[in-house]
Structure formats: C-alpha cells, structure tokens
C-alpha cells in the first residue's frame, strides 16, 4: 500500500491552512473536537442546495431524497460498528444525549441497593447521567479505581464487579489519559455476571473502528464531531431486543406508532427513539466523514499516529519540569502533562500565542483530577492529519515558554 501521505491529507482540511497570531496553526485540541475534511463540506453542502426537505414524510421527491441519503447515512454507522441491522443505530445529538437515553431507558430495571459500575477515568457524560438515575432509584454509581498510571485497576474492578451490579459503564478511550482499556474481557466478565455493558466510545473511534458484536456489548454510544463529522449529531448503538425492552427518552412525531388521547404506542425501532426532526444534514455529514477515513490507509494512519505520540514521548525530558499524567502501555496518541511552575491554564495561553492549540482544564473529568491532586492539566490530543513536526513545534514552544515563566 501506499505510504500515508499526511501532506496530501492535510489539503482535505482547509482549516489547517491557516495562521494564528501569526503564525502557522498547529491544531492539537482533536480529542475536544476534530477538524472536518472537504468531503464532509460538500455532502452536507449538497444536502442543502439539491434535496433538502424533512425526512419520512414520504408526499413528494425530494423527500425521498432525502430520506435515503439519511438512511444511507444510517446505514454507514451500521457498517462501521459491524452492527448487525440498521434497526439499533440511533440517532442523537452526541455523546452526552446517547448516555442519558441510556440511563433513563435502564432506570425501570433499577432498585435501591443495584450498582452501576463506572471508572475514575469517566468524562462527566458517563457519571452524572448514572448519578441522576441512581437518584431517582436508590441504586448507587460505583467506581472502578484507576492505577497511578492510568490504567484501570482490574483488581478493583474484579473485585466490584458483582452481584448486585446491574450496569457497566465504561469508556473505550480516556479523553484525557489516551488509555485504551481492555474492554472485550470486561464485557464479557460483565456479562457472565448479567450486567448490561455500556461503552462510551467518543475518544476510541477516531483512532480506530469498534466491532460492536466482536466486543459483545450491549450499548456503544459516539460523537459525530471528534470523528471528522459535523456538530450536532451522534450515535447510539444498542441490541435490538434491549432497544425493544427500555422506553424512549423524548416524546414527540416521529417516534410513535399511533397517539390518541386513550393511548399512545411507540413506533418501530430504531424511530422510537428519534423523536422530532432529525438532524439529517448532520448524520449526512458524518456518513460522509466515515467514508472519508475508509478511503484512507487505515493501517498507515494507525501507525501515523503511534509514530506522533512516539516522537512526544520522546521530548518530553527536552521540558525540564514536564510530566505526563498517563502512560498506559495501549493508548492513544493523547498526551496530559503539567510542568513545574506553570499553571495549565497559562501553559494553553501562551501556546496560543504561537499558534498551537491545545486544552487546559479538568476536560470534563473531575474525578480523575482528584485522583492525581491536580486542578487540571494541559492536553495535547492528535489527529491523523498532524505531522511530526508539529510535535515538534509542540516542544519548542514548551521548551520556551518553561525557560522564560516556569
Ligand atoms: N465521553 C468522552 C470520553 C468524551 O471525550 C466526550 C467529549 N469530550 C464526551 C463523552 C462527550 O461528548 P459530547 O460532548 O460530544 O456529547
């Protein structure tokens, strides 16, 4: 195969193309949201011009349109996932909304004293929606300890994984640590125990593609922005028969079967959970953004990105003050740190004035920020269109900026 021409990529993001406080963007903020290629552009742009109009209605042409170029949107999720139908991907507006639908579809199966099992490692999208179920049941949202490297501590977790456990809650990819967790056995432990799995896979399917019935879980929910897609639109991935089982989050058109005032009756997957206008253009955008990374080298750009966290790796000792919060032996290109005298926040700040793009903060993961005593700490997070010598740059400026205010 061809080798992964990152200079040809970049001229599918015409974003990067671009100066920042004069000088050369460096785009390094991927994992809070990624840039989105031409392709992506021109889909949802030609949505627009060409076959706009509401979907499902069915009365004239261009709605049919753009019914199927929806469902043919539907469809790629599908083949990405390797789900096995259509009828268990559904359509959210992210991440965040795809768990609360979850949670609340769970609620009915949870009693006082049933616990929910989720990680130190969580983005606050996978706790709070549990907290607030947990509230309204008396279950208990239970976390799975992490090691000071940024592992899951499977002890912990072999040891909290239980009878009374009704939920797994766990994330594919730490947003802020990069760690890959190993959850293929942890499903299938899970499982042996009747727990029903749920896996947040926002940071993981960026980098690489999930098998939804190879990993066996029963939910796995993603963003379409941090995957080259646009804004406004996600996806929940669920087994048919536990699709069936819990009830819609929202009511509204479009995901009933038949309203009267006596009785209302929900319609077929996987509408019964769309209620409302959909955000077609969207979920036209990230069928778009799928097809666009196949049509990469996949194996190359995998390699791309390990040989950028590599090349990170290595520099760090070039900071004098920097450590990594995070060295999991399986992650993904994701780099957290702090250095000695600066606060994370001024770190972004003045890289900023250099052009380079970075987030500082507690990334939506408090708990995680407790576990390490830090109020926050600066992310580098990557894509496949960055090159080494962004890196690089990453390390000079870093190198500077300790030099004149560490
Ligand atoms: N989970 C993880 C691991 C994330 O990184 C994010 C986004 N930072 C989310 C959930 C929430 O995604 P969204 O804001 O797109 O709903």
Same mark, same amino acid.
């Given at each position: 195969?061809?080798?992964?021409?990152?200079?040809?990529?970049?001229?599918?993001?015409?974003?990067?193309?671009?100066?920042?406080?004069?000088?050369?963007?460096?785009?390094?903020?991927?994992?809070?949201?990624?840039?989105?290629?031409?392709?992506?552009?021109?889909?949802?742009?030609?949505?627009?011009?060409?076959?706009?109009?509401?979907?499902?209605?069915?009365?004239?042409?261009?709605?049919?349109?753009?019914?199927?170029?929806?469902?043919?949107?539907?469809?790629?999720?599908?083949?990405?996932?390797?789900?096995?139908?259509?009828?268990?991907? %559904?359509?959210?507006?992210?991440?965040?909304?795809?768990?609360?639908?979850?949670?609340?579809?769970?609620?009915?199966?949870?009693?006082?004293?049933?616990?929910?099992?989720?990680?130190?490692?969580?983005?606050?999208?996978?706790?709070?929606?549990?907290?607030?179920?947990?509230?309204?049941?008396?279950?208990?949202?239970?976390?799975?300890?992490?090691?000071?490297?940024?592992?899951?501590?499977?002890?912990?977790?072999?040891?909290?994984?239980?009878?009374?456990?009704?939920?797994?809650?766990?994330?594919?990819?730490?947003?802020?640590?990069?760690?890959?967790?190993?959850?293929?056995?942890?499903?299938?432990?899970?499982?042996?125990?009747?727990?029903?799995?749920? %896996?947040?896979?926002?940071?993981?399917?960026?980098?690489?593609?999930?098998?939804?019935?190879?990993?066996?879980?029963?939910?796995?929910?993603?963003?379409?922005?941090?995957?080259?897609?646009?804004?406004?639109?996600?996806?929940?991935?669920?087994?048919?028969?536990?699709?069936?089982?819990?009830?819609?989050?929202?009511?509204?058109?479009?995901?009933?079967?038949?309203?009267?005032?006596?009785?209302?009756?929900?319609?077929? &997957?996987?509408?019964?959970?769309?209620?409302?206008?959909?955000?077609?253009?969207?979920?036209?955008?990230?069928?778009?953004?799928?097809?666009?990374?196949?049509?990469?080298?996949?194996?190359?750009?995998?390699?791309?990105?390990?040989?950028?966290?590599?090349?990170?790796?290595?520099?760090?000792?070039?900071?004098? *003050?920097?450590?990594?919060? *995070?060295?999991?032996?399986?992650?993904?290109?994701?780099?957290?740190?702090?250095?000695?005298?600066?606060?994370?926040?001024?770190?972004?700040?003045?890289?900023?004035?250099?052009?380079?793009?970075?987030?500082?903060?507690?990334?939506?993961?408090?708990?995680?920020?407790?576990?390490?005593?830090?109020?926050?700490?600066?992310?580098?997070?990557?894509?496949?269109?960055?090159?080494?010598?962004?890196?690089?740059? &990453?390390?000079?400026?870093?190198?500077?900026?300790?030099?004149?205010?560490?």
């Amino acid at each position: 195969t061809a080798a992964f021409d990152v200079e040809a990529i970049r001229r599918d993001f015409p974003i990067l193309d671009q100066q920042i406080n004069g000088k050369p963007l460096v785009y390094l903020d991927n994992g809070a949201s990624s840039q989105k290629p031409i392709a992506v552009l021109d889909a949802m742009d030609r949505y627009y011009r060409e076959m706009h109009s509401n979907v499902h209605r069915g009365a004239h042409t261009l709605g049919d349109r753009a019914t199927s170029a929806f469902e043919g949107a539907r469809e790629k999720v599908r083949a990405f996932l390797n789900a096995d139908s259509t009828r268990e991907i %559904i359509w959210t507006r992210g991440t965040t909304e795809a768990i609360n639908v979850v949670a609340n579809g769970l609620a009915r199966r949870l009693k006082p004293g049933d616990e929910i099992l989720v990680s130190h490692m969580e983005h606050h999208a996978n706790i709070v929606p549990w907290q607030m179920v947990a509230e309204r049941t008396g279950a208990k949202v239970v976390p799975v300890q992490v090691t000071p490297q940024g592992e899951l501590d499977l002890d912990s977790f072999n040891s909290l994984l239980g009878d009374r456990t009704r939920v797994l809650a766990l994330t594919h990819v730490s947003n802020v640590l990069g760690t890959v967790n190993p959850i293929a056995p942890l499903i299938e432990r899970a499982k042996a125990h009747g727990v029903i799995t749920v %896996i947040d896979g926002a940071q993981a399917v960026p980098h690489f593609q999930p098998d939804v019935q190879a990993l066996g879980c029963d939910f796995y929910v993603f963003s379409s922005h941090k995957m080259f897609g646009p804004t406004g639109v996600g996806v929940l991935y669920g087994k048919a028969q536990l699709l069936e089982e819990i009830p819609p989050f929202q009511g509204g058109g479009e995901m009933i079967e038949r309203v009267s005032f006596e009785r209302t009756t929900w319609n077929v &997957l996987p509408y019964k959970f769309e209620a409302g206008t959909p955000p077609v253009a969207e979920a036209i955008g990230l069928g778009a953004a799928i097809d666009y990374v196949a049509s990469l080298d996949r194996k190359g750009m995998e390699a791309a990105e390990a040989a950028l966290l590599t090349r990170a790796n290595e520099l760090v000792a070039t900071v004098p *003050g920097m450590e990594v919060i *995070g060295t999991a032996s399986n992650k993904m290109p994701v780099m957290s740190f702090k250095i000695a005298g600066l606060h994370p926040s001024d770190i972004g700040t003045l890289l900023d004035q250099q052009g380079i793009a970075i987030r500082t903060g507690h990334h939506c993961a408090m708990p995680l920020m407790d576990f390490y005593g830090v109020p926050g700490t600066a992310r580098a997070s990557f894509a496949f269109y960055n090159t080494l010598e962004e890196v690089e740059q &990453l390390f000079t400026a870093l190198q500077k900026i300790q030099r004149l205010f560490a």
